[in-house]
Structure formats: structure tokens, C-alpha cells
DNA sequence: TTAATTAATATTGTATACCATCATACAATA
DNA sequence: TATTGTATGATGGTATACAATATTAATTAA
């Protein structure tokens, strides 16, 4: 990165960072209502701040505004959660076909670099590092396959399902799988195998929601 | 319909309604600064409303925000727009795919009265008519195939490409391919054939990406 | 005249106070 | 027990204030 284009970061900006955040991490249940003078004191902010906020929230669907009554923490329905890994298994699959079709070594060595933080940090047990890494990474295929639009929407859907993703790492994250998985793709992308890149995409997102599934049962059999 | 279940229609809301409906309809320009006191007047509200609104169409990605400078309309460029028609294929593909599996009588009862609604309007150059119930259509396509969240994801990118498709009905409105098209999509779906529904969905979205582009280099060029 | 600086003005970001309306929990009553 | 008030608190919305930053106009230098 050559420069950094913007970063007069405002007071609205960090505080949705903080509630996006503090939604996925599961400090408030699915249903929770969200306060305004609560959140204001919590986060040291006026209401007009986190005003603004819970609209961008609720336009990311991560929260549910009932008119005279309030917002609340979004919850999705199985069904949902299985269309979001759904649609997220046509967007990686699209981009990660068209990364394996015009790869560079430049982006080759790139996704290979990420790919050996991953696992030092899964080694460790940094799951947020983790899952730092891996977005950066997938953000790499998404650029080389010019998917922008695709890449805004599975940043979108991931929000939603960001709660049941931290989970799934707490409990999962040592797991030697999806590691194993990621590496398929990078080396389909590195032979510019597009047959083999859509597969090994497709393998792994199967295998994320079928954990995510199963997660969900647990909680809701708890 | 018995009881109306809707929600007491708030100021943010309304207000929202109409600015989306400016931009689609182009009375703003991409690039065009949006300001709020402006806004406030022209709109009758107070700042607080405008700028909820904003917040929430910048989230929409209909207007781009830099700190201290304020939103202006959002643009796309021509391989954007390229990337939302062919997502909007997957999803579409994919929504009228399982509705041809899934639809009983009352559904397609309802997918054709639709259509003679489009048809009529079309027929007295009523293009907003016909926008409004070929989204009617549509819903009813992702409701019947079980697909609200890629339905989310539609209306979105819809709204993302709305200046765009007001102008193309403005000069193609009256051309006769459209509907043809929906036509042979619903008689798919009534024979519960999924792959000739498929294949109707991708025909149509094909024709309809090609009136954009060359909507947008006739823009350009001009 | 044109370029560069500076002063003046607008606009945004944020905070605060205020009010009307609606919602909910609780108490009083029938 | 069921109903009706009533108190309390939250939201939707307005207005105002002010610092920080942008933009524009005005002034000065080249």
C-alpha cells in the first residue's frame, strides 16, 4: 500500500466499529434491544452519534428497528443461514475462478504469504488474527478476479453471520481443516486450474456451513 | 387483507423513499454533493432526518461519504455494472430455479396475473406501472423459491443500478422483448421445468445487461 | 495577468435541550 | 379476574450551538 487515501476517522465511524463488533462477538443476544442513552454512556457518545449508527446497522441488517419501540439485534432462521452460504458459494466460487484464470505471481506469492500467517497464527491460537488474515486474503482473490461488487456482498452477508463465525472459531479454531482447504485453493489458483479452484472453494464453504449449521443447532437445542 | 400490519410510517422513512426516488430518477448527478441544509429544505425536514437518511443510503452504497466534505451521489463504472448484472443472473437463476421445483397452482395463478398487469401497463406506456409490478413478479418468484435473503440482495443492486434502468425503460420501454421474455420464464416455471426456467432468466438478464451498456456508452460518449 | 496567500464563508461533526407520541409496566377499580 | 387509568421511559423529531474543516472570495505577490 502506497498511501493511505483516507483516515480523518470520525467519532461515528469508531463507534460502529465498536457495535459491529461487540454484535459479532455475541455481547448482545439476538432479540437484545438496543438503548440509545445506554449505548451512548457505554460508548461515551452523543445520541445523535449512535443515532446514526443504529441507521447503518439497520440498513446492514445486523439490527431490526421497530418504529416507537426501538432496534434490536437481528436473528436469522436456519433457512436464512443456509441461503447466506448459498449465495457466499456463488460470489467466492465466481471470483475465485476468474483469480485462478488471470492470477499473477504477484498475487500468487501474495495469497501464499497470507496463507503462511493463517496457519503461524491458528499455531498460536490467534483466532482474530486468524480471521484477519483470511479476510485479507480472500480480498486479494476478490482484486485479482475483479469482483468488487461480489467482494462488498460477502463482506455484507459475513457481517450477518459474524456472530455464528466467532463461535465457530472459538470452537473450531485449532480444527486442521479449513487451513487444509484454503491451501487447495491457492494451489489451483497458482496452476491456473479453474475446474479445480470452483471445487476446492466449494468444498470448503460446504464444510464452513455445515459447522455454522451445526453450531446453530447446539444453541438452539441449549 | 384483514388487519394493514404495517408499521406507523415514520418522517425517516418517507424522506428516505424520496431521496432514493431523485437519484434513481436522475434529478441528482453522479458526483453531485449532496447538502444537507439543502436537503433539509427541500425536503422539509430537520437535519437529524436527512442525515439518518443519508447514513442509511450510504450504506446502500447510493452515495459515497468523505469525512468532513459530505456524501455526493455514487457512480459506477461500466465493468460494475457488468459485475451486478452477472450476479444479479446467480441469484435470479437460482431463485427461478427453485421456484419452477416448488410453485403450486395459487403461485403461478399469480405470476401470470402479473403479467397481464406488466403487459397492460406497457401497452399504455406506463412505465412506472410496469416497473412496479415486475418487481411484484419478481418477489413473488423469491418468495415462491424460498430466497428472501437473495431477494435482499437484489433489490439492492437494483437499487444500486436505478438510474440506469429509469433511463433504459424511458427510451426501450415500449419495445416488446422484455416481456416476451418473462413470458417464457413463467411458462417454465408452470411446467415445472427448471432448467428451461434457468435458461429463460439468463436470456432475459443477458438482453437486459446488453440495453444498460450500450445505455452507458451512449452517456459516455455523449 | 496569473499565481500564491490569506481572509471570509459554508458545511460538516458532534453535543445538548426539548417536546410530542407511543409503549409498557403497574396500580386502581369494577 | 378483567379492565381501565396512570406513571414512566423510550423513541421520533426539532432546534440550537459550536469547533473543526472545506471551500470560496479577496487580496497580495510575482
Known sequence: ??????????????ALKQLREAIALGHFAPGERLVERVLCEKLGVSRTVIRECIRHLESDQLVTTVPNVGPTVASLDVTQIEEIYEIRTMLEVSAVTSCAANADDEVISKLEMYYEH???????????????DTRKLYKTIFDAGEKSVAWDLVEQLNGRIGQLRALTLR?????????????????????????AAAQACKDHLKQAKEIALQQVNSLNSQ
Open 1 to 14: 500500500m502506497l498511501t493511505n487515501l483516507k483516515r480523518p476517522k470520525t467519532l461515528k465511524e469508531t
Open 118 to 132: 493463517i496457519s503461524h497464527a491458528l499455531e498460536e491460537d490467534n483466532i482474530q488474527q486468524a480471521l484477519s
Open 171 to 195: 470452537t473450531h479454531g485449532r480444527s486442521v481443516e479449513g487451513p487444509k482447504k484454503l491451501l487447495a485453493i491457492i494451489e489451483a489458483i497458482k496452476q491456473h486450474d479453474e475446474d
